[in-house]
């Protein structure tokens, strides 16, 4: 069966630190990936999407870059953290059909 | 430009009473529209979509497109229905990216 890992758990770090959260999915093949940022009052936010190894589509500008460096891998990085990126990160995967199956998440408090 | 728009943050319903969480969007295709419920400890998971046209857990939602809704209804709540609930909607053409409401948050009073 398929299932989708992320770390870490929890994770506080200074502004103007580097950020690296890791996402991996088992049991399926080219899946799509997306990271989503989850903050209290405005919902799940789509951060990136990805169709493939080193395809990576931006939906909102920021602070934070994704990248794909093989088919079950997606990593979520910043090279200087802010106050702002500090919330709820969510990575999802999906194959072919529309449903989307969401990690447990990593909670990011900037300090 | 695709929106949800999910108008209840919060919502508190007594046990056995009906359930209405609403849902509306606006999109200019035909979309696919889902529900997604977070419950304490879990993850965020597929309630139903309505292209499934079926009843989980109880729970129904109708897709109106005169009126670009997609309210999620259940007739007697129980307690294990306290949960978060996002609306959620695709676009058509294959196009598979979410976008989601701000989520309402369910309280089934005992």
């Known amino acids: 069966s398929q299932t989708i890992h992320q770390w870490p758990a929890t994770l506080v770090q200074p502004v103007g630190s580097p950020l690296s959260l890791e996402c991996t999915v088992e049991g399926t093949s080219n899946p799509n990936l997306y990271w989503y940022r989850q903050a209290a009052g405005r919902g799940l936010q789509l951060l990136f999407y990805?169709?493939?190894?080193?395809?990576i589509s931006s939906e909102v500008p920021q602070n934070l870059s994704a990248s794909r460096p093989q088919d079950r891998q997606f990593i979520l990085s910043s090279k200087k953290l802010l106050l702002s990126d500090s919330g709820f990160y969510l990575c999802a995967w999906s194959v072919s059909g529309l449903e989307q199956y969401f990690g447990p998440g990593t909670r990011l408090t900037v300090t | 430009a695709q929106r949800v728009t999910q108008p209840e943050k919060l919502l508190s319903v007594f046990k056995g009473a009906p359930v209405e969480l609403k849902c509306n969007y606006s999109?200019?295709?035909?979309?696919?529209l889902f529900w997604y419920v977070q419950y304490s400890r879990q993850r965020l998971q597929l309630l139903l979509r309505?292209?499934s046209r079926e009843s989980i857990k109880g729970f129904t939602a109708d897709l109106n497109k005169g009126e670009t809704s997609f309210h999620l209804k259940k007739p007697f709540a129980q307690e294990e229905d306290s949960a978060m609930y996002y609306c959620?909607?695709?676009?058509?053409?294959?196009?598979?990216?979410?976008?989601f409401g701000t989520g309402t948050r369910l309280t089934i009073i005992p």
């Open positions: 999109y200019s295709g035909s979309p696919e």
């Open positions: 309505h292209i």
């Open positions: 990805s169709v493939g190894i080193g395809q």
């Open positions: 959620a909607l695709s676009g058509s053409g294959g196009n598979e990216k979410l976008t």
